[in-house]
């Protein structure tokens, strides 16, 4: 059976309802009277709240198939709207529709939630996501999608970062025509990480196309990284926590010391990220930030990318204590080593993880300059 949904807010923008709706539905403006849309506790979000003697402006999208329907239910599912009945003025008239609303009580911040300003903001981000979100349709339900929506959010943004931050080339410069032809791409695992196959082919530096290569790639949003060290004290701080990649390899103690890290979450810098995960794990206030480096891991399998830095702080004496957040299932043990202490794990072999070779290498070339301004 069609029906009629009205649709405001980040719908209203042609390329994400084309996503969500499969297709460019016909639409004319409509008017919900007694509400208005205010921006609400997730960055650039809307929401619509009574507000009498308001109207909101939107669209109709009258006799819309089930399939339709079904497609924006599954999206919107997934931030936790619902669709309720409503009447719109439409032509002069009144008009019995649906529209979406928040299943749960949602943070209403002050002020007209803006189109346009999402739309030079978070939208491109929004509309990646987007595209990941309606390619399971069928396969989940928004209901199940939203323990996945935080990595999928956070991979659009990196996906942005990507595109508005590309590293130089100057020697690696690819072939003359350095095109990629995707011919089919799937999702096959789908969980808290998302595993991708692709069926490809690129430019060759002989000329003309490679052969069709099938690869499967893990997808994972950035992460920040952040050595925590005092020079007054010459003193680092490492986290020890439980790691799936050591355990799935067969390390028979899979508990690993690292510098403080965490996934860059939607609307944060990279920066912003180090010094929350310094709070959160290790209870330190970061003072000065410096960049050592940003890189892919693992570029052959992998889209996680690191931003790596060096925190300057003031660290207790050597020893140990307890960080991470319940909510994150995180059970971290947090060690106070003096300079000497870490740089012994580089060459006894205890350090396993790249990220804490390459902080304290590089913290092994600044130490003086870092001492001398302290």
Known sequence: MSQNIFIYGTLLHVPLLGIVAGYAPPSENALLEGYRVAPSGRPNWPVLVQDPGRATRGLLLRDLSEDVVDRMVHYLGAYGYRLVPCTVQARGLPVAARRFTPEAASRVDPGEWDLTGWIGGPARADIHAAREVMALWGRFSGEDLKFRLGQIEARAHARVRAEDHPAPHRIATGPAAPQVSVLSRRDDHAGYFFTRSYELTHATFAGGPSEVIRRETFLAPDAGIVLLYDPTRDRVLLVEQFRMGPFARGEALPWMLEPVAGRVDPGETPEDCVRREAREE??????????????????????????????????????????????????????????????????????QAAPLFLTLMWLQAKRSELRGAA
Not at 306 to 334: F, K, M, N, S, W
């Open 282 to 351: 290790a209870g330190v206030e970061v003072r000065a930030l410096f960049h050592i480096g940003s890189c892919y891991p693992t570029p052959g399998c992998s889209s996680e990318y690191y931003h790596v830095y060096l925190g300057t702080c003031d660290l207790p004496d050597a020893g140990q204590g307890q960080g991470g957040l319940d909510e994150e299932a995180e059970d971290i043990r947090t060690h106070v080593l003096s300079y000497e202490a870490a740089m012994e794990l580089l060459t006894s072999g205890e350090a």
